[in-house]
């Protein structure tokens, strides 16, 4: 009996509200052309964001403008990116079998997808999922075989943006994280201290208005 042809489809997404982290489920559907019976499926996938397939409002240009440059150079820096790297274990099915594939969404303003994410405004994201893995399913005379899944696989979904939002809402309400550099840290921490600023959020404001005088 010939490998299985696996087929995947991304038929939805939502928020995981009460995970330890933030994280999107989005529902993949791995279906074969036929009835073959699979006993498992081990699958990797890299997902995508597609940025050149979506229009920019001009204050989302403006928000942007710390990934890719002013607008005139849109043409050479708007190039896809790697969101993350993700897994998931499919359990056995004969036809088709819906599963979560779960994104871990980041609220670093480091990670360059999450620049991306806070500079939309509303609208759709374009995202990309290529998978790999191994696919386990039933052989001649019940024998169990293994065949390699290629990176040629894909599915596309269009991500509403208000999803990411609401996660980051739900999670982190009013706040954003800032990862420092431990020098930056002790500066800040000393400046606040010498000024008897209360919080650093003050600190932050009173050092970047001296800075804009």
């Known amino acids: 009996m010939n490998a299985p042809e696996l087929n995947f489809t991304i038929e939805a997404a939502e928020a995981l509200r009460f995970a330890v982290s933030p994280h999107i489920a989005f529902k993949l559907r791995v279906s074969t052309s036929a009835a073959q019976s699979i006993h498992a499926v081990m699958l990797k996938c890299q997902i ?18 710390d990934l890719f440059g002013e607008p005139s150079q849109w043409n050479q820096t708007l190039r896809g990116m790697l969101w993350t790297n ?20 980041t609220f670093d303003f480091n990670a360059a997808a999450t620049k ?69 840290f002790e500066q800040l921490y000393k400046f606040k201290i010498k000024h008897g600023i209360p919080t650093f959020e003050r600190a932050l404001a009173i050092a970047v208005e001296s800075a804009n005088r």
């Open 116 to 184: 991306y994410f806070a500079g939309l405004q509303d609208g759709e994201i374009p995202v990309a999922f290529y998978f790999n893995g191994t696919c386990f399913y039933e052989g001649d005379h019940g024998s169990v075989q293994a065949a390699h899944i290629s990176w040629e696989k894909e599915s596309s979904y269009r991500m509403p943006v208000r999803l990411w939002r609401e996660l980051m809402d739900a999670y982190y309400p009013n706040t954003v994280w800032l990862c420092l550099e431990r020098e930056a």
């Open 48 to 65: 995508h964001l597609e940025v050149g397939r979506r229009r920019y409002s001009a204050a989302e240009q403006e928000r942007l403008a």
């Open 86 to 105: 993700t897994s998931a274990m499919v359990p056995a099915f004969v036809e088709s079998a819906v599963v979560d594939l779960h994104a871990p969404c």
